[in-house]
């Protein structure tokens, strides 16, 4: 890998991070609120709506001038949603802006790779990029959970600057402050990133010309029987983790009676693994083998449900390190294949634009249903066994289609770097 590479996995890490410790520092805020227990899931849900929403549009924007650039300018849009919570902004619609600024930065940090780098180091890539995403994740929860701490609130409180007055006062106030810091490291990086060169035919600016073209692009990927397989599984898989996110808070709050501070640790247990997956997927599957995983879909909703077996703290390490690993293992791969694809049949913007519209319009579903769940106050076991069941269905019928792919056309064989589908064969 280019140097290039390690300054956008630094951008990518601080930026990361802050978003992870600032959705924790939020629900804290919804808790010190009085909120009710059903709107904390919808702060995620609040997240990605803007990758639903302008799915059609920040593709056709990453795709308009160097993709560092539009990683800069999205990080300021993220820090901007992080400062509205110091003007008491309610958590909901600042992290919603936070979301907003996501929502551009991904196709420009996924984009950025097809440009970079040629399609036999994607898997090693995007294992590079999951598996620090995941550490950022990590560090990210692990850190919000710290900063919502009283004892390391009030030291934070209590560290003056001289002569200087702050105005920071309270718990949520001193928590911000510090992630404004790491959101402020991304930017820097971001003015590190090189210009790949690479460039497009200028953009559309007519909004519905920019929906019929985002429409095609994603008539062509759901078409192509390569694209529609890793399309569905990245689909699911981003989906569910964003789920199992709250799912393990409180998971961890009922059955290990965890506060908020030390549940936010087993979700960064759970990223490890997802981690470690990641990095052993790197090594040791080519993108010609990354339809071979899907299996250890089905596995990871399987062992899910084994969460509701587990009430000591020394159990569920291991557990969600396994659940973990089991999910980057088979995602890294189907992502690079996805991204293979959709480099092939557009440009690298609107084909990320593509992946994040399914893979978010997912997330906000199983958000939406979640929501509503514990509204109707389910028990979180029978929540974990609906879940489980549903992922390992659904990998199950992935898998199927995948089957009747292979059985209808004989053709499909090893992905080949320039050739059409037509001559590709798995």
């Given at each position: ?20 410790a600032?959705l ?10 009085n ?8 702060l ?9 929403v302008?799915a ?6 990453a795709?308009?001038m ?25 958590p909901?619609?600042?992290y919603?802006?936070v979301g907003?600024g996501?929502?551009?930065y ?33 560090l ?8 919502v ?10 560290f003056?600057?001289?002569?200087i ?8 106030e ?11 490291a991304?930017?820097?990086?971001n ?20 929906l019929?073209?985002?429409s ?8 192509d ?18 789920t199992?996110q ?18 936010a ?43 509701t077996?587990?009430q000591?703290v ?24 996805l991204q ?11 084909s ?29 076991n029978v ?21 009747a ?12 770097e ?9």
């Amino acid at each position: 890998m280019n140097r290039g590479f390690y300054t956008i996995m630094a951008a990518q890490f601080f930026s990361s991070l802050a978003d992870n410790a600032l959705l924790i520092v939020a629900i804290a805020v919804l808790t010190l609120m009085n909120a009710p227990e059903w709107m904390t899931p919808l702060l995620k849900l609040f997240f990605v709506l803007s990758y639903v929403v302008l799915a059609a549009f920040v593709g056709a924007f990453a795709d308009s001038m160097p993709k560092g650039r539009v990683m800069l300018v999205t990080n300021l849009v993220k820090i901007f949603g992080c400062g509205l919570m110091f003007v008491n902004v309610h958590p909901l619609v600042a992290y919603g802006v936070v979301g907003l600024g996501a929502a551009a930065y991904s196709p420009a940090k996924y984009g950025i790779l097809t440009e970079l780098l040629p399609p036999e180091k994607l898997v090693a890539a995007n294992g590079w990029i999951e598996g620090l995403t995941v550490s950022s994740i990590i560090l990210g929860t692990v850190l919000g959970g710290a900063l919502v701490n009283p004892h390391v609130s009030s030291y934070l409180l209590a560290f003056d600057f001289p002569f200087i007055s702050t105005g920071i006062d309270t718990l949520a106030e001193s928590a911000l402050a510090v992630i404004m810091v790491f959101y402020l490291a991304a930017s820097l990086f971001n003015f590190r990133i090189p210009d790949t060169g690479a460039r497009y035919k200028a953009q559309q600016r007519n909004p519905i010309r920019l929906l019929s073209d985002f429409s095609t692009c994603c008539t062509t990927l759901w078409k192509d029987r390569l694209g529609q397989i890793s399309l569905a599984v990245t689909t699911l898989f981003w989906g569910a983790g964003a789920t199992l996110q709250f799912i393990v808070l409180k998971w961890a709050e009922h059955s290990l009676n965890m506060p908020l501070d030390k549940a936010a640790t087993m979700q960064g247990v759970f990223a490890g693994g997802v981690a470690v997956g990641a990095v052993a997927a790197a090594r040791f599957v080519p993108l010609k083998k990354s339809l071979s995983v899907m299996p250890l879909g089905v596995a990871m909703g399987i062992t899910v449900m084994t969460m509701t077996l587990v009430q000591s703290v020394w159990l569920a390490y291991p557990l969600l390190i396994l659940v973990g690993a089991l999910a980057g293992y088979f995602v890294v791969p189907m992502n690079a294949l996805l991204q293979h694809r959709g480099h092939i049949l557009m440009s690298a913007g609107h084909s990320i634009a593509v992946q994040n519209f399914n893979e978010n319009l997912s997330v906000l579903s199983m958000l939406i249903l979640y929501a509503l769940m514990i509204k109707a106050n389910f028990n979180i076991n029978v929540v974990i066994i609906l879940f489980g069941s549903f992922v390992a269905s659904i990998m199950l019928m992935i898998m199927r289609r995948h089957a009747a792919n292979q059985r209808e056309h004989d053709s499909l064989a090893l992905i080949g770097e320039h050739k059409p589908l037509g001559e590709e064969s798995h």
